[in-house]
Antibody, heavy 113, light 109 residues
Framework: EAQLMESGGGLVQPGGSLRLSCVASEFTFNSYNMNWVRQAPGKGLEWVSYISSSSNTIYYADSVKGRFTISRDNAKNSLYLQMSSLRAEDTAVYYC??????WGQGTMVTVSS | QTVVTQEPSLTVSPGGTVTLTCASSTGAVTSGYYPNWFQQKPGQAPRALIYDTTNKHSWTPARFSGSLLGGKAALTLSGVQPEDEADYYCLLYFGGFRMFGGGTKLTVL
């Protein structure tokens, strides 16, 4: 069964940085376009970023552009999200998803002093 | 600023039929927006139901179907089961960008 597992979440102060990771198993990661999606507590889903299978194409939501960087390492079956200049409104569960049909269980990021 | 709009809440009786819709502030939703639908239950990750307007995943129950209806994307549940009570989200593609709707809380009562 295809699986994704996120890690790297935690508590960080406003203005701080955090790097999320997502490891894939039981599917051909290097052929999948990948996304990060987040969900603030009690709120709906928000698309954050997209990276193509070969890393040639990258997109960001306006809310994170210039602060977040998506990347991947196909040799390690891994997806990353480098987050900087974090704000309280970035507090959310962050999910990685493969073409939106495979989802991880999420990792919680809390931005608070 | 583009907004994707869903009904905030709907209620349906067990065995009934309900249609959820997904509208775009940019105009009529077409197949070119590649509408996707997801189900999310409390404490769980989203689960994909429909992609590219009408296509079901291998795990999608037959009672779920996707379509275009009156300029919107639509998700129809026929023969609703108690376990269908959940939040439902649509996703539209705007070129390279993706945007979720605000979600519909479906109550089966």
């Amino acid at each position: 069964e295809a699986q994704l597992m996120e890690s790297g979440g935690g508590l960080v102060q406003p203005g701080g940085s955090l790097r999320l990771s997502c490891v894939a198993s039981e599917f051909t990661f290097n052929s999948y376009n990948m996304n990060w999606v987040r969900q603030a507590p009690g709120k709906g889903l928000e698309w954050v970023s997209y990276i193509s299978s070969s890393s040639n194409t990258i997109y960001y939501a306006d809310s994170v552009k210039g602060r977040f960087t998506i990347s991947r390492d196909n040799a390690k079956n891994s997806l990353y999200l480098q987050m900087s200049s974090l704000r309280a409104e970035d507090t959310a569960v962050y999910y990685c998803s493969g073409t939106f049909d495979i989802w991880g269980q999420g990792t919680m990021v809390t931005v608070s002093s | 600023q583009t907004v994707v709009t869903q009904e905030p809440s709907l209620t349906v009786s067990p065995g009934g039929t309900v249609t959820l819709t997904c509208a775009s502030s940019t105009g009529a939703v077409t197949s070119g927006y590649y509408p996707n639908w997801f189900q999310q239950k409390p404490g769980q990750a989203p689960r994909a139901l429909i992609y590219d307007t009408t296509n079901k995943h291998s795990w999608t129950p037959a009672r779920f179907s996707g379509s275009l209806l009156g300029g919107k994307a639509a998700l129809t549940l026929s023969g609703v089961q108690p376990e269908d009570e959940a939040d439902y989200y649509c996703l539209l593609y705007f070129g390279g960008f993706r945007m979720f709707g605000g979600g519909t809380k479906l109550t089966v009562l």
